[in-house]
């Protein structure tokens, strides 16, 4: 079992930054890589950003160019800065970690933290 606590969240106005934060807890050598998705009112649930144990990065195409993925191993938590947000940036943002225990893989997710970006 991997426990994420999540935080950073709450209300920016337009242009302006936030910095999530994701700690893992428990199995956290079975992490292949962390990530956050993010779902708005109505909306299915997207890709922000990815990354890998090697440090391996991936952005949502919404999200290149202002979000900025990071990982702390010794701290086993990962982060996302965002810059430059905006109103279609508000959304419950969730952490995200794949895990792998004999050859079987695994999702687990935080609980959210909303981000609210006010126009």
């Known amino acids: 079992q991997v426990q994420l606590v999540e935080s950073g969240g709450g209300l920016v106005q337009a242009g302006g930054s936030l910095r999530l934060s994701c700690a893992a807890s428990g199995r956290v050598f079975s992490i292949l890589g962390m990530g956050w998705y993010r779902q708005a009112p109505g909306k299915q649930r997207e890709l922000v950003a990815t990354?890998?144990?090697?440090?391996?990065?991936n952005y949502g195409d919404s999200v290149k160019g202002r979000f900025t993925i990071s990982r702390d191993n010794a701290k086993n938590t990962v982060y996302v800065q965002m810059d430059s947000l905006k109103p279609e940036d508000t959304a419950v943002y969730y952490c995200?970690?794949?895990?792998?225990?004999?050859?079987?893989?695994?999702?687990?997710w935080g609980q959210g933290t909303q981000v609210t970006v006010s126009s």
């Open positions: 995200n970690a794949q895990t792998v225990r004999v050859g079987l893989t695994a999702d687990y």
């Open positions: 990354i890998t144990s090697g440090g391996s990065t």
